[in-house]
T-cell receptor
Framework: DAMVIQNPRYQVTQFGKPVTLSCSQT?????MYWYQQKSSQAPKLLFH???????NEADTPDNFQSRRPNTSFCFLDIRSPGLGDAAMYLC?????????????FGDGTRLSIL | AQSVTQPDIHITVSEGASLELRCNYS??????LFWYVQSPGQGLQLLLK??????LVQGIKGFEAEFKRSQSSFNLRKPSVHWSDAAEYFC????????????FGAGTRLFVKA
């Protein structure tokens, strides 16, 4: 089945130690998104890629970066994680169409900071 | 400003009873509306979407939603709830340039009692 896969499902890192989360898709969608979701809250969009065009949300901290080396893969880099960055990180994809399109989500990576 | 309001933080229903989850949106143009469901520890799954046309839309898992422009509402319904429906439900509106920004409501957690 076509899907969005996130690895790892659980990631533990130390305060200030860089960490990378990965996402792959077999849907061949043009758009890939990264969301941060804290407990009992709605997902918060960090950024998205439309093909290779990177779009950062205005309130996304500089600590968060992303790479998309090809259509299938997208990475979230957190350069110096703080305790406040502990959260579930969700990757999603969508096709491009007339108007906003439904998004397909991975199962997320839960990040813990020691 | 664009926003989505889900007035109920949590709802408890008995198995077999009917369900209605409320959603109100604020959006200047024709809204593209979505309902997503999130089970614990998983990503979001699309239940249904409304773009245009028939204001009563059918989704997966027996869910339906009705778009009422006059009330700026997009309530989710199910005639008979199953224990497996216990999850978090998010209403969302597609927005932003190109439609790549989805604005989520805060979510409603559904509890199902036997």
């Amino acid at each position: 089945d076509a899907m969005v896969i996130q690895n790892p499902r659980y990631q533990v890192t130390q305060f200030g130690k860089p960490v990378t989360l990965s996402c792959s898709q077999t849907l061949n969608h043009n758009v890939m998104y990264w969301y941060q979701q804290k407990s009992s809250q709605a997902p918060k969009l960090l950024f998205h890629y439309y093909d290779k065009d990177f779009n950062n949300e205005a309130d996304t901290p500089d600590n968060f970066q992303s790479r998309r080396p090809n259509t299938s893969f997208c990475f979230l880099d957190i350069r110096s994680p703080g305790l406040g960055d502990a959260a579930m990180y969700l990757c999603a994809t969508s096709r491009v169409g007339q108007g906003p399109q439904p998004q397909h989500f991975g199962d997320g990576t839960r990040l813990s900071i020691l | 400003a664009q926003s989505v309001t889900q007035p109920d933080i949590h709802i408890t229903v008995s198995e077999g009873a009917s369900l209605e989850l409320r959603c109100n949106y604020s959006y200047g143009a024709t809204p593209y509306l979505f309902w997503y469901v999130q089970s614990p520890g998983q990503g979001l799954q699309l239940l249904l979407k409304y773009f245009s046309g028939d204001t009563l839309v059918q989704g997966i898992k027996g869910f339906e939603a009705e778009f009422k422009r006059s009330q700026s509402s997009f309530n989710l319904r199910k005639p008979s709830v199953h224990w497996s429906d216990a999850a978090e439900y998010f209403c969302a509106v597609g927005a932003g340039t190109g439609g790549f920004k989805t604005i989520f409501g805060a979510g409603t957690r559904l509890f199902v009692k036997a």
